[in-house]
């Protein structure tokens, strides 16, 4: 039999929490009681009170109130027949009231079909207990959900979705996946996620779950959070390449490539064999040997074999054989440019120390460098041997951000201070402009050598400031090197 309007979920419960509504009120009424009466006189004899030792004042209603003062050590005279007796700390509610009304609550619970220990009482649940108490409150809340997206969420989803089609704001020929899509919901409640977590990617191996089902779990959209994946996984490529290191260093989210295997060695072809005589086609020459029988190889011969025939540079992965032939590539640059040292100043030196320290005593938020900039400024510290390469990027960074320095937080050694200093400052890019000059006179078959004198003195001013400016710059010639703090 059909029925117009429907139960409500909580009509098992309705009782029994107004029930518990009443009775926590009452007894909170029945402690204030006791615990305003602070002490009480008997008398077995009919005679009234005396009054006399009660002063009269009135309250804000101007009504006359009597009052009594207290003193601490106070004694008290009865009269023959008077007793005083205090009362009893309030003991109420008792403990007898307290497993009353949680006999209640747990009526309330199994007819809203959640565990009392997982709406109530938390601290009740314990190992396997508490595992089959989640259970149980999981699959009230999914058939809640289910309810809710069957009843409520399709019904309204699917009248939008129709009115957008019929306005022609969205296309309508896709048929039924036009309407088609899930809602998720939180995610589910958990004890142990660790232990689940394993046992659910267990199962998605084995191919007895699907990825959206454990999404669901987690209150994610499978779709969405597998596109997420492989943008991470892209941008972690990218850097890779940027920096020059194996994408495994960055996240064990994108394996390593493997080795393509070798390419088998070809069969060695027997040569050709001539015969004396001619014959026609089809026809056995006279006197041909007898075939040979094929020799079988042994396992071990196999395995020389095969240990010769590989490369060892095959042996490496993508990641190492690039980073062996940058170091080859960087050797060779080295010996091209013999004879240019590549070793910073010690005014580079300085000003890299002093941009870590400054930067050391920022905050957070006023902190400088990027970590490629922090390593470089470690290395320029410590005096490390740069590449020519590096010295070119160097040079591209200062000419890059020269502009830095007329910025806001320059005189406060913002973080456009610390990254100019960070690559050495003006005294690195003072040996920056030079180095890179030098070794574009080497490309260039040029030789820029370290002159003997200082350039000769002329009447022109400009010229001397001129000659004397070359000089710092490609020898560091001359008692002072305005480049150098």
């Known amino acids: 039999m059909d029925q117009y309007r429907g139960i409500s ?37 009919n005679n009234a009170s005396d009054l006399t030792a009660l002063t009269t004042e009135e309250n804000f209603d101007n009504q006359q109130i009597k009052l009594e003062s207290m003193e601490a050590g106070k004694v008290s005279y009865l009269e023959p027949g008077e007793d005083i007796v205090f009362p009893d700390g309030p003991s109420r509610p ?15 619970c199994m007819g809203l079909g959640i565990p009392y220990s997982f709406a109530v009482d938390p601290s009740a649940m314990s190992g396997p207990t508490a595992r089959l108490e989640m259970q ?112 495994e260093t960055i996240s064990d989210i994108v394996p390593p490539k493997k080795p393509a295997p070798a390419a088998p060695a070809p069969k060695p072809q027997p040569a050709p064999k001539s015969y004396e005589g001619e014959q026609d086609e089809g ?48 050797g060779i640059e080295l010996g091209k440019y013999d004879g240019i040292d590549f070793t910073p100043p010690q005014g580079v030196r300085d000003a890299a120390k002093r941009a870590l320290d400054v930067r050391e005593g920022k905050p957070a938020s006023q902190k400088g460098m990027t970590p490629v900039g922090i390593a470089r400024a470690r290395d320029l510290m410590n005096g490390v041997k740069l590449s020519p390469d590096t010295v070119r990027r160097m040079k591209a960074f200062f000419d890059r951000h020269e502009a830095d320095k007329k910025g806001a937080t320059w005189d406060e050694q913002g973080k456009g201070w610390q990254a100019w200093n960070g690559w050495g400052g003006d005294a690195g890019y003072a040996w920056v402009r030079k180095v890179v000059r030098q070794m574009e ?45």
């Open 441 to 485: 006179s080497r490309d260039n078959g040029k030789s820029l050598e370290e002159p003997a004198t200082c350039p000769i003195a002329t009447q022109d001013i400009k010229v001397n400031l001129k000659n004397r400016q070359t000089a710092v710059d490609d020898a560091n010639y001359g008692p002072a090197n305005p480049n150098e703090p």
């Open 283 to 330: 026809e056995e020459p006279e006197n041909a040997p007898e075939p040979d029988e094929p020799i079988e190889p042994s396992s071990e011969n196999l395995e020389v074999k095969k240990k010769e025939s590989e490369n060892p540079l095959e042996l490496l992965n993508p990641a190492e054989l690039k980073m062996l032939i940058q170091g080859m590539m960087g």
């Open 94 to 108: 008792s403990g007898a009231f307290a497993e009353f009304h949680k006999i209640l609550l747990r009526n309330i």
């Open 136 to 247: 149980q409150a999981g699959r009230t809340f999914k058939r809640y959900q289910n309810l809710l997206n069957d009843k409520v969420l399709r019904p309204i989803k699917n009248i939008v979705i129709a009115d957008a089609v019929a306005r022609e704001m969205i296309d309508g020929n896709e048929g039924g996946k036009t309407t088609r899509g899930i809602f998720n919901f939180g995610a589910n409640v958990s004890i142990d996620l660790g232990r689940e977590s394993a046992s659910a990617i267990a199962e998605f191996k084995s191919g007895l779950r699907t990825g959206s089902d454990i999404y669901a779990e987690r209150g994610a959209d499978w779709e969405a959070s597998m596109r997420q994946r492989a943008i991470e996984a892209k941008t972690i490529q990218d850097l890779a390449e940027e920096y020059g290191v194996p994408p």
């Open 9 to 45: 979920a909580f009509h098992t419960a309705i009782n029994d929490a107004t029930d518990i509504y009443d009775i926590v009120n009452f007894e909170k009424l029945a402690a204030k009681v006791a615990s305003s009466q602070s002490a009480v006189i008997k008398r077995n004899n």
